[in-house]
T-cell receptor, first 118, second 114 residues
Framework: GAVVSQHPSWVICKSGTSVKIECRSL??????MFWYRQFPKQSLMLMAT?????????EQGVEKDKFLINHASLTLSTLTVTSAHPEDSSFYIC??????????????FGEGSRLTVL | AQSVTQPDIHITVSEGASLELRCNYS??????LFWYVQSPGQGLQLLLK??????LVQGIKGFEAEFKRSQSSFNLRKPSVHWSDAAEYFC????????????FGAGTQVVVTP
């Protein structure tokens, strides 16, 4: 199957700093990637849809200035948590859609990035 | 509005016993349904999906699911569980017009006892 890699897998930062999380599709091209957030023992909540070469589409209630998304190439999307605070601590998971297999409906998920803000 | 309900938050099953995880959905259009599995600290792995056709869907790792439109359900089953099946299972629903924008259920934690 296709591989999606996230980096870093875990990060600890101080309150007020910014953190960048990368999501890469290793063996396919993804015009669209999705960023999810998962709180402990809870389900995944879609944060935003990342579109290559254009602005991301954010879900209602998600602060676009807090969670900056850039999808500059067909294999890389980045999520930057700006001025992070403890309430931003969470597990962030990206998924990607293979542009050549859109009709299969299959998404490929990264292994997730755990952010802890002190 | 679309929604996905997994009524069971936690299920404990003996190794070798059968397993059934429930999933009910509410959706305005034809739903596309998925089951994913998540091991601790890991991403999600697709077990199986239903788009159309045969309502009994076979997946990986010996899992299957049955789509029942009349009951708005898509329950996941496995005849005989293995200790390695201990994980969190998520049911999700999506639409063809918005591939990737999945609505996930709350998840069911499966514990396998010897």
């Amino acid at each position: 199957g296709a591989v999606v890699s996230q980096h870093p897998s875990w990060v600890i930062c101080k309150s007020g700093t910014s953190v960048k999380i990368e999501c890469r599709s290793l063996d396919f091209q993804a015009t669209t990637m999705f960023w999810y957030r998962q709180f402990p023992k809870q389900s995944l909540m879609l944060m935003a849809t990342s579109n290559e070469g254009s602005k991301a589409t954010y879900e209602q209630g998600v602060e676009k200035d807090k969670f900056l998304i850039n999808h500059a190439s067909l294999t890389l999307s980045t999520l930057t948590v700006t001025s992070a605070h403890p309430e931003d601590s969470s597990f962030y998971i990206c998924s990607a859609r293979d542009k050549d297999r859109v009709r299969t409906g299959e998404l490929f998920f990264g292994e997730g990035s755990r952010l802890t803000v002190l | 509005a679309q929604s996905v309900t997994q009524p069971d938050i936690h299920i404990t099953v003996s190794e070798g016993a059968s397993l059934e995880l429930r999933c009910n959905y509410s959706y305005g259009a034809t739903p596309y349904l998925f089951w994913y599995v998540q091991s601790p600290g890991q991403g999600l792995q697709l077990l199986l999906k239903y788009f159309s056709g045969d309502t009994l869907v076979q997946g990986i790792k010996g899992f299957e699911a049955e789509f029942k439109r009349s009951q708005s359900s898509f329950n996941l089953r496995k005849p005989s569980v293995h200790w390695s099946d201990a994980a969190e299972y998520f049911c999700a629903v999506g639409a063809i017009a918005s591939w990737g924008k999945l609505q996930f259920g709350a998840g069911t934690q499966v514990v396998v006892t010897p």
